[in-house]
T-cell receptor, first 110, second 115 residues
Framework: LAKTTQPISMDSYEGQEVNITCSHN???????ITWYQQFPSQGPRFIIQ???TKVTNEVASLFIPADRKSSTLSLPRVSLSDTAVYYC???????????FGAGTRLFVKA | SAVISQKPSRDICQRGTSLTIQCQVD?????MFWYRQQPGQSLTLIAT?????????ESGFVIDKFPISRPNLTFSTLTVSNMSPEDSSIYLC????????????FGPGTRLTVL
């Protein structure tokens, strides 16, 4: 499983766009990139998943460059309720095993 | 998606005792997982529990300490045996519906404190 590296923490203000970058230099051909969000006292929640280029859903966008050695989770116009820990994971389809890295603690201020 | 419940939501236990944590899913699922999350830390996978087969444990976790049952496609239990204060943690179960695409759904967790 590819190891991931993300910033330990980030601060932002309400209404700003937040970009969290994850490095995964050893990503394999079959690996997908998945992001989870975890609020205090709750289990992680799936946000978005992608293989290459750009993926967008109602919550976030995921940008993946051509070499796939990194990815960027983009949260548009964050609010206080987006304060959470965000985890980047890399694993192959069918592998099932999910290994969580340290995560990025995002703190949104008013 | 899925609705996943865990019982108990929290417990305080004495050293040397055992606690069984239940995980119930509102639909059938093949893959279930058990994680541990210590305060302020990331999640650590304990084991993968497939219905009809023995659980597969990750390095550092053994069946004698964390026995797992998976009697059907909607239910699993994790027992934390012979507890010590180092076992104080949040224990979470999760399920994977997407055929291995790593879109997992997590339960709310069980907060365990061992005195």
């Amino acid at each position: 499983l590819a190891k991931t590296t993300q910033p330990i923490s980030m601060d932002s203000y309400e209404g700003q766009e937040v970009n969290i970058t994850c490095s995964h230099n050893n990503i394999a051909t079959n690996d997908y990139i998945t992001w989870y969000q975890q609020f205090p006292s709750q289990g992680p929640r799936f946000i978005i998943q992608g293989y290459k280029t750009k993926v967008t859903n109602e919550v976030a966008s995921l940008f993946i460059p051509a070499d796939r050695k990194s990815s960027t989770l983009s949260l548009p116009r964050v609010s206080l309720s987006d304060t959470a820990v965000y985890y980047c994971l890399v694993a192959s389809t069918g592998g099932f095993k999910t290994i969580f890295g340290a995560g990025t603690r995002l703190f949104v201020k008013a | 998606s899925a609705v996943i419940s865990q019982k108990p939501s929290r417990d305080i236990c004495q050293r040397g005792t055992s606690l069984t944590i239940q995980c119930q899913v509102d639909s059938q699922v093949t893959m279930m997982f058990w994680y541990r999350q210590q305060p302020g830390q990331s999640l650590t996978l304990i084991a993968t529990a497939n219905q009809g087969s023995e659980a597969t444990y990750e390095s550092g976790f053994v069946i004698d300490k964390f026995p797992i049952s998976r009697p059907n496609l909607t239910f699993s239990t994790l027992t934390v045996s012979n507890m010590s204060p180092e076992d104080s943690s949040i224990y979470l179960c999760s399920v994977d519906f997407a055929g291995g695409y790593n879109e997992q759904f997590f339960g709310p967790g069980t907060r365990l404190t061992v005195l």
